[in-house]
């Protein structure tokens, strides 16, 4: 029997963080038929059974009205929307009472399973632009910003926009195993795991922070990042104090100073590994990690594989 996937939406929802799950279902059931009947589903006004639900780009879909289920799993997208979670009360209400082996959330979709209480006392994640305002908002809430997508029992979270690719693809291998995510990921043109964690605040970083504070500093750490850069270096560079330059960069990005670091050198790094011919220990010296096996070792932790690895999956 077919498993029911209800993609729930809503006025001004972002539109991948639909149609990007519906693709990778739509080609789970190609490869295995009879797996899944997906739904798309919306609060429409009282009496209507189907209409159209426009996106944040105008973009619409044809949505069904909300039904009770029983559903095998729900999606809930994000998008601006669920800024105004007031006008979503009917979804969050929907929630309470609907049955689903699994609910899941794309993005900012979390805050609706948040408000609904079902991620109290677990662990999510959401889009990173959105995190101070939802551990504000839901303190009940474990909730880790670094990461791709996150499962805690049968509730399942995942971050930005596209991570809700990532998502489906976790959500099918978990139903059908890892063959068949991989050939969805194939068909997709994506990697059935992302290398590492998220990383979401690398987004912040390269932005220089929430309001951009650092980001001249940013560009001057890529340009210098073969040398040392000890966090009193770069504190000079912003002209504070190392104790302040520390407390702001963290407060800015999410992530210490140290750790931006070595995220720019792996940027770097990678980079030369899978585009260029340079020998790796040379690699490792012009990113600034100078010993080839502190880089295999931040590799490993970064990306799950050696720069060997990663080289020779770029030339396969």
Known sequence: MPRSLAVVIFPGFQLLDAAGPVAAFEIAERYRPGS??????????????????????????????????????????????????????RIV???????????????????????????????????????????RRYPKVSLDADRIFIRD???????????????????????????????????????????GGQSQFSALVDLGGRSGRFSALMDWMRVHIGEPLPVERLAAEAAMSP???????????????AKAVERLRLEAARTAVETGHAPIDRVAESAGFGDPERMRRAFLRAFGQPPQALRRAARA
């Open 36 to 89: 899944y009947a997906l739904t798309v589903m919306a609060p429409l006004a009282a009496g209507e059974t189907h209409g159209q639900v426009a996106s944040s780009s105008g973009v619409a879909f044809a949505a069904s009205a909300l039904s009770a289920g029983p559903f095998d799993t729900i999606v809930i997208s994000g998008g601006d929307g669920t800024r105004s979670l007031h006008e979503l009360g």
């Open 93 to 135: 209400a929907w929630l309470k009472g609907a049955k689903a082996r699994r609910r899941t959330s794309v993005c900012s979709g979390a805050y609706l399973l948040a408000e609904a209480g079902l991620l109290d006392g677990r662990r999510c994640t959401t889009h990173w632009s959105r995190t101070d305002d939802f551990a």
């Open 153 to 195: 029992g049968d509730v399942w979270t995942s971050a930005g926009i596209t991570a809700g690719i990532d998502l489906a693809l976790a959500l099918i291998e978990d139903d059908l195993g890892a063959d068949v995510a991989r050939r969805v990921a194939q068909q997709l043109v994506v990697h059935q795991r992302r290398p």
């Open 243 to 257: 104790r302040n330059f520390a407390r702001a960069f963290v407060a800015e990005t999410g992530t210490t100073p």
